[in-house]
């Protein structure tokens, strides 16, 4: 950065200034923020780290969009929780020559994400290192806030949103396939959007709710052993789902199955809820069903009506 | 990591049981932390991050004490505002041949650092990167927070703890000098503690405040600018505490001006305060003044009684 740590601070302050959040008594630029803590309602705190080289590469996507993503990311747990944000804060570390523009840019996609969510960026930390490393962390405010341990026997696996197609962007992307119809799916990719308002309709009723980052496999086994339940997904909604939106036409465009997508493919922010209700707008991807003692947790009834075993297998950041 | 990033979480949560907050509904384990907002009290929310080869090298400290120092180094932006630390999240980057009996270390490290704050690590996050990331956001709680924008005209500097010890702990590392009068300096570097006692005492009287993390110099800048006075340090008073603590044997053993420690030497989280009466266990290094249009904000007065400018340098990450 040519204008040193603290000039740039002063920067990125007038960048973060717009956007409301309610509490926020002091922003960026002390030690800390100061917050006036909400009534009647509980807080609900995550953390979130993209990495460069591990969750992105520069040849593949603008700081514009690291910056989104990485907000959106965080943000995404929030949702899941049924939870809505209050104020974030964002660490950065940078190489020492990181070009002023592209801290810019990084910043520009963050407070677009903030904004977007109705979120206030209100303070963070600027380090030097040798990859770019991305830090959110979002407090946000829930009145019945929805963990992954509720899920019950006979609870439908709700979905709202698209799985799968996110990793189906990123093949594309790193194919450089130009295709004007994969551009759905590397939109899903590069630009995802927490879902804030099924948050909202999941959170009055479910009971246990979680987002798609690692694949619906991987997500769905976190469920799975927190609530002591199995979990059995139905092939046949999970290909009417991959046929009905753009995912069945990518896949075959790339040449791999949908159905390997949608289980272990992730960063779709897509969420999962477990309920005995249908939710507005979710789609039904099969049952809750009691804890066996069998191979896996997780299992797919095929169309023939087989149940296959599915690994819970999705991004491992250590496997 | 041999055992993988969601065994590993399971491990480090087991790590992490140990201690107490007041209101953590939800830990770690789930997509978000979920918290009872204290009544009557304001909320203060810092993030920092410490970066291998940046904030310190595999061959200079181990493990625990890379825990302990990043935990500390965030909770001293909770002391400098007079603040309780209440909980926290960490999210830590590590390469993929990290062993687990390190990470074992580094989380024992923050541990141990969070019990003797009395405070609790209540999630977190764990990516692979080519460099060792260790993030830390805490929460606190303060009746009266103290910003760095309040110091007034006639306030005395008034310091808590050595300055300048750190960094001379750092180049004595650095030099792998044997001599075991220079182990309160190493000490200070690899274990620094926030300083949450003196905190309490400034926090109802100050009128601003700040940790010295980047040196006197860059830090007492930071208060100048934000409220708009500025600082005259006194070389008597700054040669005097340097001589009366470990500070002036180990500059000499070192070959320094313990001076030029004093005001450019990060790392020490020893707390600055702007108040216009004495407090308690801190001592007096100068007094702010009203702002001139002279060249320096922060200057020194000499023991001859000339007035020498102090440039606002110390560790700046981009420069």
Chains 1, 2 share one sequence.
């Not at 990311?73 to 949702?79: I, V, Y």
């Not at 759905?184 to 590069?190: F, G, P, R, S, Y």
């Not at 049952?287 to 191979?295: D, I, K, L, R, S």
Request: charged share 25%.
């Amino acid at each position: 950065l040519r204008s040193g740590e603290f000039a740039t601070i002063e920067r990125l302050k007038e960048q973060f200034h717009e956007g409301r959040a309610a509490g926020i008594l002091l922003g960026i630029g002390d030690d800390a923020a100061v917050l006036e803590p909400p009534l009647g309602v509980k807080l609900v705190w995550t953390i979130d780290e993209q990495v460069e080289r591990t969750h992105f590469r520069r040849d593949l996507v603008g700081w514009v969009d690291v910056g989104w993503r990485s907000f959106m990311a965080a943000a995404s747990d929030l949702a899941a929780m049924g939870a809505e944000p209050w104020c974030a804060l964002t660490a950065v570390s940078l190489p020492a020559d990181f070009e002023d523009e592209d801290l810019d840019a990084l910043a520009r996609g963050q407070q677009a994400a903030a904004v977007k969510l109705g979120t206030k960026i209100v303070g963070g930390n600027l380090t030097r290192g040798e990859a770019v490393v991305v830090t959110t962390t979002l407090l946000g405010t829930a009145v019945r806030p929805v963990a992954r341990s509720g899920a019950r026997e006979g609870d439908g696996i709700w979905i709202a949103g698209p799985v799968g197609l996110a990793a189906a962007g990123l093949m594309a992307l790193e194919r450089a396939l130009l295709d004007e119809r994969i551009d759905a799916a590397a939109e899903a990719w590069l630009r995802p959007v927490a879902r804030l308002s099924d948050g909202r309709i999941l959170a009055p009723v479910a009971h246990a709710a979680i987002d798609v980052s690692d694949g619906l496999a991987q997500d769905l086994a976190h469920i799975v052993e927190a609530s002591g339940v199995d979990a059995v997904l139905d092939e046949g909604a999970l290909r009417e789902h991959a046929a009905a939106g753009w995912l069945g036409t990518i896949a075959e465009i790339l040449g791999v199955d949908p159905l390997s997508l949608m289980l272990h493919g992730g960063e779709d922010y897509a969420l999962i809820a477990a309920s005995d209700v249908p939710l507005d707008g979710f789609w039904c991807a099969g049952h809750f069903v009691a804890a066996t003692n069998g191979p896996s947790r997780v299992t797919l009834r095929t169309r023939s009506g087989d149940l296959r075993p599915v690994e819970a297998r999705g991004f491992d950041h250590f496997r």
